[in-house]
T-cell receptor, first 114, second 113 residues
């Protein structure tokens, strides 16, 4: 059974903290993605990666960075958490080429920054 | 632009048909998708349609594609309470040398007795 696992379901962090969100997939997928989900805005792409050590900015990369040291793991980093980064974060993975591939999602991490 | 637009809410009676609509902007999108998100869960692919098709049927689901109007719809026949969820329309967009999956805001479907 395909699986994308996000390390935490719920997180509460303080403003200014450095926050790490971890995502692991067991399907040997090349592509991995980080989205944030906000009511009325849907899913917005933060960063994505098509290969190990490779990363590309999505539509809203400001305030975030990513790391992909191993194929199965894609980490999202909030360098200095702010209250406007309170959101649901979703990780996804897919095979190449993306055009025909189903994206598999993790269950999400609900992050609250206080 | 890279907008995929959907209405935010739909309420239907159990047993009726539901129709969720979506408009997209990239006429070159090859595949268009419908994802379903149940409460507390991530998204799951429900169905997809290739751009050279007008219609695709899969059990209770019917997807209609109007390429001229860039309009995609999802019809759920005999809607059940288990169909209550958020439904996302998505398209693949080639931008900056890469293919990206772009989602709409999601339509929350509420099924009532």
């Amino acid at each position: 059974d395909v699986k994308v696992t996000q390390s935490s379901r719920y997180l509460v962090k303080r403003t200014g903290e450095k926050v790490f969100l971890e995502c692991v997939q067991d399907m040997d997928h090349e592509n991995m993605f980080w989205y944030r989900q906000d009511p009325g805005l849907g899913l917005r792409l933060i960063y994505f990666s098509y290969d190990v050590k490779m990363k590309e900015k999505g539509d809203i990369p400001e305030g975030y960075s990513v790391s992909r040291e191993k194929k199965e793991r894609f980490s999202l980093i909030l360098e200095s958490a702010s209250t406007n980064q309170t959101s649901m974060y979703l990780c996804a993975s897919s095979t190449t080429p993306l055009l025909r591939a189903e994206a598999f999602f993790g269950q999400g991490t609900r992050l609250t920054v206080v | 632009g890279e907008d995929v637009e959907q209405s935010l809410f739909l309420s239907v009676r159990e047993g009726d048909s539901s129709v969720i609509n979506c408009t997209y902007t990239d006429s070159s999108s090859t595949y268009l998708y419908w994802y379903k998100q149940e409460p507390g869960a991530g998204l799951q692919l429900l169905t997809y349609i290739f751009s050279n098709m007008d219609m695709k049927q899969d059990q209770r689901l019917t997807v209609l594609l109007n390429k001229k109007d860039k309009h995609l719809s999802l019809r759920i026949a005999d809607t059940q309470t288990g169909d209550s969820a958020i439904y996302f329309c998505a398209e693949t967009l080639f931008s900056g040398g890469y293919n990206k999956l772009i989602f709409g805001a999601g339509t929350r479907l509420a099924v009532h007795p």
